[in-house]
């Protein structure tokens, strides 16, 4: 993956930085010495490293707004980074940049019940949102499967969704203000605790803006009561297609169930190996959950058992009890450990038309066995959002390389059929340079457009989300400034 | 101007030297209108129909000016829906023609519903659209989870046709209930019916709306809480709404339908306001500060929906809503007032500086010669 090359002339004025950036933060915000930078170096798409110039971790919205304007001043790059965990490179430094992390802004800042609305700082992790709130028996809806570790500010940077979005939406849907500091170091609000916006739907395009358009400290939230209950079943199903078609049908009957899993034979066979969930072994397996009172429960999944037997199942598993659901649940959820167990691999994340289902997983196989590296399916079905899990061996010479080629066919393939690269990881550097194979030029120059409103100078991030031939001219513009 | 494609849309766009007036059906004039004077007409009425439609993927694409009305009917045939619940403006505002998706979609509009499927902005998934340059671009597409690349899709909706022609929309769409039934409670102050529908919302119930109205059909105050969903879910939820609620005042059920619905049909359009004498505001804001706000407003009549979250209220013409409010979080927008009161008071809520700059900047991308719809949203 090519990334520019570092501006020397900010590699030179290192120590005029940092000496800037501790006259405004504490000394131990300031991270400058190559040992502990390199703690920076990367995210989770760990293939791919750099250390930065240095790393700030302020502890305020007004010491991340004196950071920007020393940044701003001295026209150095700006890397923002959550919890580290995107699996796209959305926060993978360069030699030139500081990184910002939230890291240090953890609080809850109102828990508001009545109007539904938690108001929290970015550095917060997804799960303890839901944590803050827990005890009146109310959560915070989207749950990516990083939810344990991975921050707010980064989900808001990625509008990162989860397995429960068919009912509950993505970030987008549940983001309902933020503070956030500009590329200068002003400070200022987006919405609030109200439910749209008075001019145009500025939060709208900074949610999922990867840390282009600004730093985000505060965010205002939605929170819901948790429903009273949520049952899972479990179908199995000997062909691909046949799994496809209950699922359009199960929508098609009027229920919203709040989650539909797709697994696929090699995902079932190394998830059982892994976590012996006792999962049917067949060619496709299905997990919906619905929610609500345990009558209400038993009236959907009524409708749900009824479709799933009009498919042939192989296999029909009602969970009758807690324990039955988290074994319902055991396999798919030990689904990456079990990959990560068998070798390295990769982890797409595109989306398609769910009724492309059956023609986009015969075309992977065919991939699979072209470049010679094995693949499973885990699919949020539902939505269409595809997590293909590509293995391969990092340690073999060339393999990387093939598992990025073979990846990037399955992209192409999404788009193809009328998807996209990305449904809840985001660009970062991973999908950028596919980018024109979703948008064409002209797309795209005007989702920069944006940047350039917002970031003038093209510091925050600028190697992300749009292929750098694409976006030179700005970025050498901003350099030669 | 009516053209039949989106490639002669373009080429009017591309051509156009004055200023072009964007309409889907022009049923909700709102807006700083004072300039329409000069220039063109520019109608998407003539690229209408249903491009692609999925039910199994709740999925619809449809051409920007095909009847809202159209797309209903679609829907409705396999048993699914929009789920924001459009309101409809034409009582209000007493104009008269179609209203199109397209001016759905680039004014943001969402009814009751909005407090539990999200509004019209969250139900887009894709648009087309021809920037103020005539240039065709798209951004998102057909699939409801999409984070490739930034979300032009929500900057676009609500726009009012300021940063570009919508020439087609993708949903997300829902399927629609089997049953609803609306529990209604009598006599309470708005602060108590604030109240109510806070607590109603912060249960499990899913209750799919919430309003207030101060003069009720028989002129005395009457609360709404809708469920909607299977018909005994229904009916357990609506029983657990009176166990809830029930020592709050008198309480009974519409559990008729089609009375319900029209129940949520007047609060949906405000019909309360239709051809009354006043402005009419529309004001978003935090739920638990709407009846103090609402004190505040000295309004002649009001209406409370979204649990609080929207007040509409009907002031004498030419009062200056935001000046005798103060400030307070959240924003009001004047949705029914002369033109002349237009041209005084700004329609929409000003904003604070940076976001000011920050809309500037973007309309001068989108729209370099200031052409689309101009000083519609100033």
Redesign the interface.
Same mark, same amino acid.
């Given at each position: 993956m090519e990334m520019p090359s570092p501006d020397p002339r900010i590699i030179a004025k290192k120590s005029r930085l940092v000496s800037l950036l501790q006259g405004v933060l504490p000394d131990e915000a300031v991270i400058h010495e190559p040992h502990e930078t390199r703690a920076y170096e990367c995210d989770a798409l760990t293939a791919y490293k750099c250390p930065p110039l240095c790393v700030v971790l302020p502890g305020s919205t007004e010491e991340v707004a004196a950071v920007m304007r020393i940044c701003h001043a001295e026209g150095v790059p700006v890397v923002p980074r959550g919890a580290g965990t995107s699996l796209a490179g959305g926060s993978l430094p360069t030699a030139d940049s500081v990184v910002l992390g939230v890291s240090r802004l953890t609080d809850v800042l109102e828990a508001?019940?009545?109007?539904?609305v938690i108001r929290v700082q970015t550095g917060r992790t997804n799960l303890s949102v839901t944590g803050a709130v827990e005890e009146n028996?109310?959560f915070y809806a989207p749950d990516p499967s990083s939810q344990l570790a991975c921050a707010i500010a980064g989900n808001i940077g990625?509008?990162s969704?989860g397995a429960h979005?068919?009912k509950y939406?993505?970030t987008?849907?549940n983001l309902l203000g933020v503070t956030m500091v500009?590329a200068d170091g002003?400070v200022?609000?987006?919405g609030?605790?109200?439910?749209?916006?008075?001019?145009?739907?500025?939060?709208?395009?900074i949610?999922?803006?990867e840390g282009q358009l600004g730093i985000v400290t505060e965010a205002t939230l939605r929170i819901l009561?948790?429903?009273?209950g949520a049952r899972p079943v479990l179908m199995g199903f000997d062909s691909d297609e046949v799994a496809g078609e209950c699922?359009?049908?199960i929508?098609?009957?009027?229920?919203?169930p709040v989650a539909i899993e797709f697994m696929d034979r090699p995902c079932i066979e190394a998830t059982e190996d892994f976590a012996k969930a006792g999962y049917p072994m067949c060619e496709a397996l299905l997990i919906v959950e619905v929610e609500?009172?345990p009558?209400?429960i038993d009236?959907?999944l009524a409708v749900i058992l009824e479709i799933a037997r009009r498919h042939d199942p192989v296999e029909l598993r009602e969970s009758k009890s807690p324990e039955e659901s988290a074994a319902i649940w055991l396999g798919r959820k030990a689904a990456f450990g079990a990959m990560g167990q068998i070798n390295d691999y990769m982890c797409l994340d595109g989306?398609?038309?769910?009724?492309a289902l059956p023609l986009v997983l015969k075309r992977i196989n065919e991939l699979s066995r072209h470049y010679g590296l094995d693949v499973a399916n885990v699919f949020?079905a539902g939505?269409?959002?595809m997590h293909p899990l590509i293995l391969f061996d990092a340690n073999k010479p060339g393999d990387l390389e093939l598992c990025e080629a073979f990846g990037a066919d399955i992209l192409k393939l999404c788009v193809e059929v009328?998807?996209?690269?990305?449904?809840?990881?985001?660009?970062g550097i991973e999908?950028r340079d596919l980018?024109l194979d979703?948008?064409?030029p002209?797309?795209?120059e005007?989702?920069m457009?944006?940047?350039?409103?917002?970031d003038p100078n093209w510091l925050l991030n600028p190697a992300k989300?749009f292929p750098l031939r694409v976006s030179a001219g700005r970025r050498e513009a901003s350099r030669a400034a | 101007m009516t053209p039949a494609t989106e490639a002669e849309l373009a080429e009017a766009v591309r051509s156009a030297t004055a200023p072009l007036w964007i309409r889907g059906g022009g049923t909700r004039p709102v807006g700083n209108t004072a300039a329409e004077g000069a220039g063109t007409v520019l109608s998407t009425a003539g690229l209408s129909g249903v491009e692609l439609y999925?039910?199994?993927?709740?999925?619809l694409v449809v051409a920007a000016g095909t009847p809202l009305a159209e797309v209903e009917r679609t829907l409705a045939a396999? &048993?699914q829906r929009l789920p924001f619940e459009p309101m409809d403006h034409r009582a209000l505002l007493g104009t008269t023609g179609e209203p199109t998706i397209g001016g759905v979609a680039a004014a &943001?509009v969402?009814g009751p519903r909005?407090?539990q499927a999200?509004?019209c /902005?969250?139900s887009m998934i894709g648009l087309r659209f021809v920037?103020g340059q005539g240039?065709v671009?798209?951004?998102g597409?057909? @699939? =409801?989870?999409? +984070?490739?690349?930034?979300?032009? @899709?929500?900057?676009l909706?609500?726009?009012r046709g300021t940063?570009g022609v919508l020439t087609q929309v993708a949903f997300k769409v829902?399927?629609?209930?089997?049953a609803q039934a609306t529990v209604m409670i009598e006599g309470l102050s708005d602060a108590s019916a604030v109240d109510a529908m806070?607590?109603a919302?912060?249960?499990?119930f899913e209750v799919s709306g919430a309003a207030h109205m101060p003069q009720g059909p028989d002129g005395t105050p009457l609360t709404l809480l809708r469920v909607e969903?299977?018909e &005994?879910?229904v009916k357990?939820r609506a029983g657990r709404l009176h166990e809830m609620l029930g020592a709050l005042g008198p309480m009974r059920d519409e559990a008729d339908p089609e009375a319900s619905a029209a129940l949520w049909k007047s609060v949906r359009d405000a019909e309360a306001f239709a051809g009354t004498p006043g402005d009419v505001w529309r004001l978003?804001? +935090?739920?638990?500060e709407a009846a103090a706000i609402a004190t505040r407003l000295g309004a002649g009549r009001l209406l409370y929906d979204?649990g609080g979250?929207?007040i509409w209220a009907e002031l004498a013409p030419g009062t200056d809503l935001r000046a005798r409010l103060g400030p307070f979080?959240?924003?009001a927008?004047l949705v029914r007032a002369s033109a002349e009161t237009r041209k005084t008071l700004p329609v929409?809520?000003p904003?604070?500086a940076?976001?000011d700059r920050?809309?500037a900047?973007?309309r001068q /991308?989108?729209d370099p010669r200031n052409l689309l719809n101009p000083g519609l =949203?100033a």
């Amino acid at each position: 993956m090519e990334m520019p090359s570092p501006d020397p002339r900010i590699i030179a004025k290192k120590s005029r930085l940092v000496s800037l950036l501790q006259g405004v933060l504490p000394d131990e915000a300031v991270i400058h010495e190559p040992h502990e930078t390199r703690a920076y170096e990367c995210d989770a798409l760990t293939a791919y490293k750099c250390p930065p110039l240095c790393v700030v971790l302020p502890g305020s919205t007004e010491e991340v707004a004196a950071v920007m304007r020393i940044c701003h001043a001295e026209g150095v790059p700006v890397v923002p980074r959550g919890a580290g965990t995107s699996l796209a490179g959305g926060s993978l430094p360069t030699a030139d940049s500081v990184v910002l992390g939230v890291s240090r802004l953890t609080d809850v800042l109102e828990a508001d019940y009545r109007n539904r609305v938690i108001r929290v700082q970015t550095g917060r992790t997804n799960l303890s949102v839901t944590g803050a709130v827990e005890e009146n028996d109310f959560f915070y809806a989207p749950d990516p499967s990083s939810q344990l570790a991975c921050a707010i500010a980064g989900n808001i940077g990625m509008n990162s969704g989860g397995a429960h979005c068919l009912k509950y939406g993505v970030t987008t849907n549940n983001l309902l203000g933020v503070t956030m500091v500009l590329a200068d170091g002003t400070v200022t609000q987006v919405g609030g605790a109200y439910m749209d916006a008075p001019g145009l739907d500025l939060l709208g395009v900074i949610c999922g803006s990867e840390g282009q358009l600004g730093i985000v400290t505060e965010a205002t939230l939605r929170i819901l009561h948790k429903p009273e209950g949520a049952r899972p079943v479990l179908m199995g199903f000997d062909s691909d297609e046949v799994a496809g078609e209950c699922v359009s049908d199960i929508i098609k009957a009027g229920v919203l169930p709040v989650a539909i899993e797709f697994m696929d034979r090699p995902c079932i066979e190394a998830t059982e190996d892994f976590a012996k969930a006792g999962y049917p072994m067949c060619e496709a397996l299905l997990i919906v959950e619905v929610e609500g009172s345990p009558a209400e429960i038993d009236e959907q999944l009524a409708v749900i058992l009824e479709i799933a037997r009009r498919h042939d199942p192989v296999e029909l598993r009602e969970s009758k009890s807690p324990e039955e659901s988290a074994a319902i649940w055991l396999g798919r959820k030990a689904a990456f450990g079990a990959m990560g167990q068998i070798n390295d691999y990769m982890c797409l994340d595109g989306t398609i038309p769910v009724s492309a289902l059956p023609l986009v997983l015969k075309r992977i196989n065919e991939l699979s066995r072209h470049y010679g590296l094995d693949v499973a399916n885990v699919f949020h079905a539902g939505d269409g959002n595809m997590h293909p899990l590509i293995l391969f061996d990092a340690n073999k010479p060339g393999d990387l390389e093939l598992c990025e080629a073979f990846g990037a066919d399955i992209l192409k393939l999404c788009v193809e059929v009328g998807g996209c690269l990305t449904g809840e990881h985001g660009v970062g550097i991973e999908k950028r340079d596919l980018m024109l194979d979703q948008y064409d030029p002209a797309d795209l120059e005007a989702q920069m457009w944006v940047k350039d409103v917002f970031d003038p100078n093209w510091l925050l991030n600028p190697a992300k989300v749009f292929p750098l031939r694409v976006s030179a001219g700005r970025r050498e513009a901003s350099r030669a400034a | 101007m009516t053209p039949a494609t989106e490639a002669e849309l373009a080429e009017a766009v591309r051509s156009a030297t004055a200023p072009l007036w964007i309409r889907g059906g022009g049923t909700r004039p709102v807006g700083n209108t004072a300039a329409e004077g000069a220039g063109t007409v520019l109608s998407t009425a003539g690229l209408s129909g249903v491009e692609l439609y999925e039910p199994g993927a709740l999925t619809l694409v449809v051409a920007a000016g095909t009847p809202l009305a159209e797309v209903e009917r679609t829907l409705a045939a396999e &048993n699914q829906r929009l789920p924001f619940e459009p309101m409809d403006h034409r009582a209000l505002l007493g104009t008269t023609g179609e209203p199109t998706i397209g001016g759905v979609a680039a004014a &943001n509009v969402s009814g009751p519903r909005r407090i539990q499927a999200g509004a019209c /902005r969250d139900s887009m998934i894709g648009l087309r659209f021809v920037d103020g340059q005539g240039q065709v671009l798209r951004n998102g597409g057909r @699939v =409801m989870k999409n +984070v490739t690349g930034y979300d032009l @899709v929500k900057l676009l909706a609500g726009s009012r046709g300021t940063l570009g022609v919508l020439t087609q929309v993708a949903f997300k769409v829902l399927p629609a209930t089997a049953a609803q039934a609306t529990v209604m409670i009598e006599g309470l102050s708005d602060a108590s019916a604030v109240d109510a529908m806070c607590r109603a919302l912060a249960s499990p119930f899913e209750v799919s709306g919430a309003a207030h109205m101060p003069q009720g059909p028989d002129g005395t105050p009457l609360t709404l809480l809708r469920v909607e969903g299977f018909e &005994n879910s229904v009916k357990y939820r609506a029983g657990r709404l009176h166990e809830m609620l029930g020592a709050l005042g008198p309480m009974r059920d519409e559990a008729d339908p089609e009375a319900s619905a029209a129940l949520w049909k007047s609060v949906r359009d405000a019909e309360a306001f239709a051809g009354t004498p006043g402005d009419v505001w529309r004001l978003s804001v +935090v739920p638990t500060e709407a009846a103090a706000i609402a004190t505040r407003l000295g309004a002649g009549r009001l209406l409370y929906d979204w649990g609080g979250g929207l007040i509409w209220a009907e002031l004498a013409p030419g009062t200056d809503l935001r000046a005798r409010l103060g400030p307070f979080e959240g924003h009001a927008t004047l949705v029914r007032a002369s033109a002349e009161t237009r041209k005084t008071l700004p329609v929409f809520q000003p904003e604070p500086a940076p976001l000011d700059r920050i809309a500037a900047g973007l309309r001068q /991308r989108f729209d370099p010669r200031n052409l689309l719809n101009p000083g519609l =949203m100033a």
